[in-house]
């Protein structure tokens, strides 16, 4: 028969540790050791029973854990009555049992070692035949440390008969009593900073590290599908795997990433979408120059603060702690090698890279973080930064190659073909081959310009401005849109300087005579020597010869030829009143940018003005000179090739400079040597008919010529503004008169 009774508090601390009802001894017999206790209609708790003279009478002692797991009150109405296991009708005994723990306390932090092993043993001698149930909350004192709080998580029986025997499947049950023999497993809980050991530690419930809602179709990214495999092996393929078998392997996380490459090429875009993929807390994202202040040792806190939420977290759960990302965009404004920086600002920067490079990996080493760096400008970082342990993993974002173009364009051009806004005529692949060394950027870009080219179409410009409604539901944007912004709105940085060289190549290239011809074949060579060979990354020709040979001209033409996605042409030009130091900067900027293509070619144009080369003293800049040298012999990168091609005017002063020596090849570019070279030069222009060309080859048949190309195309010039009865003598005179022509009689 049930007895109506009353619940009450556990009469001690000690009894409260026991994890059984408190009874008086009077209210039931020795031999009943578990109690049936009823709440109302349905709602049954089976609890061990202790014996304790000092609780009252027909009132039964829980402690606060078990009262509110039973949402038990205090003096509350409960039916209890005697329960006995030997009364079921199955006769099962638990086999084994998987318990959650934590700390009882949960604001307890301690990196204090707790052996499972240990554990289950005293926790059976504890506890064995203790009623328990899956969901039941349980108190442990373990060898005198914290006190740990406990959960039956799950609990595996089989039939009392087959105890013992082999091959007996356990099933999953609700409800049993804890034996001596049983396995006991400990799971710690989720977010717990409780340093579990032991090989009776169960599988932790661990948050994976990838988003599970994430799509890497979706990413967004194109044309980086190989860097972004290789961040993920570096960075994330360790966190992956459980703790325990990262400690087994000794292995170190990962801390740092530093994404470098030119603008545009997405390095921001990657280190967004790394954020996303992860399943961690949300980047913090800070751009450089955010982190200065004005103030004494601000700049210092500022970063302290970015890793603040992360020590706080390791402190509390230890190698559990989730992942802190923090991004830092322009990364070389605040990380310039220490020692570079001039002035009263330079000492903040060095002290802003020592605080950073302490955080990362300092005497207190944090394993939750990842910084990612990004940057334009490698080469400013200071080294310390980029050594193993801390801004270890370094990806190069570079230009996209032709399928990665493509890539990118089907990604931008995709909600365009969703809602039918862009008509068939345009091929992405086409378009893929048309724009060598764009950055992911230019291509968008490049999009817009076509969008803007198809809505202008649209755009009626009379008294004021307006748009067809009924046309604007047919806008469709055209392959003559896309051709239109290739033209005239969008130019890659890392491109061809075409302009330039058709301004170069104004007047075409006369091929007056063999040396000419030499000069191009040769150059032909030259060029597919880079483009083909397994073996060579690198050729620089000099194109020499006298002043007005039309070395320029010849060697804009060699670059053309070539047709490398990358040329640049470096002038005298465009250093006027420049510095050694700025000078040696541009040049180098220069050579550092054609090492972002896979094929580049530079035009170093009148190299002697370059080195302020002056006949009279003589003098030339030796920074400049020395700059150029090691230019010109520095192998690219890997996997990139280089073309150079140098004009002169001044072989000696290149020889006594031992500039020869770093060309691949040097070709002589003369100057016309006879009448024939004129009478071509000549047949090339419009400006004389056949009958004059005639004449002038009789006047000069038997004499020297020594001109150039440009000097006589000069001529031909001022010819055609002179009267055609006196076309011919004026030429020939000139031609004389300029010393192109040993003394001729004109009559």
């Known amino acids: 028969?049930?007895?109506?009774?009353?619940?009450?508090?556990?009469?001690?601390?000690?009894?409260?540790?026991?994890?059984?009802?408190?009874?008086?001894?009077?209210?039931?017999?020795?031999?009943?050791?578990?109690?049936?206790?009823?709440?109302?209609?349905?709602?049954?708790?089976?609890?061990?029973?202790?014996?304790?003279?000092?609780?009252?009478?027909?009132?039964?002692?829980?402690?606060?854990?078990?009262?509110?797991?039973?949402?038990?009150?205090?003096?509350?109405?409960?039916?209890?009555?005697?329960?006995?296991?030997?009364?079921?009708?199955?006769?099962?005994?638990?086999?084994?049992?998987?318990?959650?723990?934590?700390?009882?306390?949960?604001?307890?932090?301690?990196?204090?070692?707790?052996?499972?092993?240990?554990?289950?043993?005293?926790?059976?001698?504890?506890?064995?035949?203790?009623?328990?149930?899956?969901?039941?909350?349980?108190?442990?004192?373990?060898?005198?440390?914290?006190?740990?709080?406990?959960?039956?998580?799950?609990?595996?029986?089989?039939?009392?008969?087959?105890?013992?025997?082999?091959?007996?499947?356990?099933?999953?049950?609700?409800?049993?009593?804890?034996?001596?023999?049983?396995?006991?497993?400990?799971?710690?809980?989720?977010?717990?900073?409780?340093?579990?050991?032991?090989?009776?530690?169960?599988?932790?419930?661990?948050?994976?590290?990838?988003?599970?809602?994430?799509?890497?179709?979706?990413?967004?990214?194109?044309?980086?599908?190989?860097?972004?495999?290789?961040?993920?092996?570096?960075?994330?393929?360790?966190?992956?795997?459980?703790?325990?078998?990262?400690?087994?392997?000794?292995?170190?996380?990962?801390?740092?990433?530093?994404?470098?490459?030119?603008?545009?090429?997405?390095?921001?875009?990657?280190?967004?979408?790394?954020?996303?993929?992860?399943?961690?807390?949300?980047?913090?994202?800070?751009?450089?120059?955010?982190?200065?202040?004005?103030?004494?040792?601000?700049?210092?806190?500022?970063?302290?603060?970015?890793?603040?939420?992360?020590?706080?977290?390791?402190?509390?759960?230890?190698?559990?702690?989730?992942?802190?990302i923090i991004i830092f965009d322009e990364i070389d404004a605040i990380c310039k090698a220490r020692g570079s920086v001039a002035g009263a600002g330079g000492g903040v920067h060095d002290t802003v890279v020592n605080q950073l490079l302490a955080k990362i990996d300092g005497v207190e080493q944090l394993n939750n973080i990842l910084v990612i760096g990004m940057t334009n400008r490698k080469d400013m970082i200071d080294e310390a930064l980029m050594r193993p342990g801390r801004l270890e993993v370094q990806m190069e974002i570079s230009l996209p190659n032709e399928a990665g173009r493509k890539q990118i364009l089907d990604i931008h051009l995709s909600r365009m073909r969703e809602f039918k806004k862009i008509n068939p005529d345009v091929d992405t692949a086409e378009l893929a081959a048309m724009t060598k060394n764009f950055s992911g950027a230019e291509l968008e870009g490049l999009i817009r310009a076509a969008q803007s080219t198809a809505m202008n179409r649209l755009i009626k410009a009379t008294s004021k401005v307006e748009v067809d409604p009924a046309a604007m539901e047919k806008l469709l944007v055209c392959r003559a849109d896309f051709l239109h912004a290739l033209e005239n709105d969008i130019k890659p940085a890392f491109g061809t300087a075409a302009e330039l060289l058709d301004h170069f190549l104004a007047r075409g290239i006369i091929n007056w005579g063999a040396p000419v011809s030499h000069v191009l074949e040769d150059g032909g060579l030259y060029i597919e020597q880079v483009r083909s060979s397994a073996d060579c990354d690198l050729v620089s020709i000099l194109l020499e010869g006298p002043p007005n040979a039309g070395k320029t001209a010849l060697a804009a033409r060699l670059a053309q030829m070539s047709d490398?996605?990358?040329?640049?042409?470096?002038?005298?030009?465009?250093?006027?009143?420049?510095?050694?130091?700025?000078?040696?900067?541009?040049?180098?900027?220069?050579?550092?940018?054609?090492?972002?293509?896979?094929?580049?070619?530079?035009?170093?144009?009148?190299?002697?003005?370059?080195?302020?080369?002056?006949?009279?003293?003589?003098?030339?800049?030796?920074?400049?000179?020395?700059?150029?040298?090691?230019?010109?012999?520095?192998?690219?990168?890997?996997?990139?090739?280089l073309l150079i091609i140098c004009t002169s005017s001044r072989r000696q002063v290149l020889e006594d400079m031992e500039m020869l020596s770093a060309f691949t090849s040097v070709l002589h570019v003369p100057n016309l040597s006879t009448p024939e070279h004129i009478v071509a030069t000549l047949e090339h222009s419009d400006t004389f008919t056949k009958q004059e060309i005639q004449t002038i080859y009789k006047k000069l048949h038997g004499h020297k010529v020594f001109i150039g190309i440009k000097k006589l195309l000069a001529l031909i010039d001022m010819a055609k503004q002179t009267d055609p009865s006196q076309r011919v003598i004026k030429f020939i005179s000139k031609l004389e008169e300029e010393g192109g022509l040993d003394p001729v009689s004109v009559q």
């Open 1 to 324: 028969m049930a007895k109506r009774m009353k619940a009450g508090k556990c009469p001690t601390d000690e009894l409260s540790l026991k994890n059984r009802a408190i009874c008086n001894p009077v209210d039931f017999s020795e031999d009943v050791q578990y109690i049936d206790v009823s709440t109302g209609p349905g709602q049954h708790f089976v609890f061990s029973v202790e014996f304790c003279p000092e609780i009252p009478r027909l009132c039964i002692g829980f402690s606060l854990l078990q009262r509110k797991w039973a949402t038990l009150s205090i003096n509350q109405d409960l039916d209890v009555k005697p329960f006995r296991f030997e009364e079921m009708r199955t006769s099962e005994v638990i086999a084994s049992i998987t318990i959650e723990v934590d700390f009882l306390q949960k604001k307890t932090i301690t990196q204090e070692p707790y052996d499972s092993d240990q554990m289950a043993k005293e926790f059976l001698m504890q506890f064995a035949g203790l009623a328990v149930t899956v969901g039941q909350p349980l108190v442990f004192s373990f060898q005198d440390k914290k006190l740990l709080g406990l959960c039956i998580k799950s609990i595996d029986a089989i039939d009392a008969s087959q105890y013992g025997q082999a091959n007996v499947e356990p099933k999953k049950t609700n409800f049993g009593r804890l034996l001596g023999n049983s396995v006991v497993c400990f799971e710690k809980a989720e977010g717990s900073s409780l340093n579990l050991t032991g090989k009776a530690k169960g599988k932790v419930v661990r948050q994976s590290i990838i988003n599970p809602d994430w799509d890497f179709g979706k990413m967004g990214i194109g044309g980086l599908d190989n860097e972004f495999n290789a961040i993920f092996r570096r960075a994330f393929a360790s966190r992956v795997f459980p703790p325990e078998i990262i400690e087994q392997l000794g292995v170190k996380h990962v801390k740092g990433i530093l994404l470098y490459g030119p603008p545009g090429t997405g390095k921001t875009l990657m280190a967004r979408q790394i954020g996303k993929m992860l399943n961690a807390r949300e980047p913090k994202i800070v751009n450089g120059p955010q982190i200065l202040d004005k103030y004494v040792g601000e700049s210092e806190a500022n970063v302290r603060r970015l890793f603040a939420d992360a020590e706080e977290e390791e402190k509390r759960l230890g190698p559990n702690s989730g992942l802190h």
């Open 564 to 641: 490398f996605p990358f040329v640049k042409i470096c002038s005298p030009e465009d250093m006027v009143a420049f510095t050694e130091s700025a000078k040696c900067l541009q040049i180098r900027k220069i050579f550092d940018d054609a090492s972002r293509s896979t094929l580049s070619c530079i035009l170093v144009d009148n190299i002697e003005r370059l080195l302020d080369y002056g006949p009279i003293g003589p003098r030339y800049s030796n920074l400049s000179l020395q700059a150029l040298l090691v230019l010109l012999k520095k192998q690219p990168p890997k996997g990139k090739k």
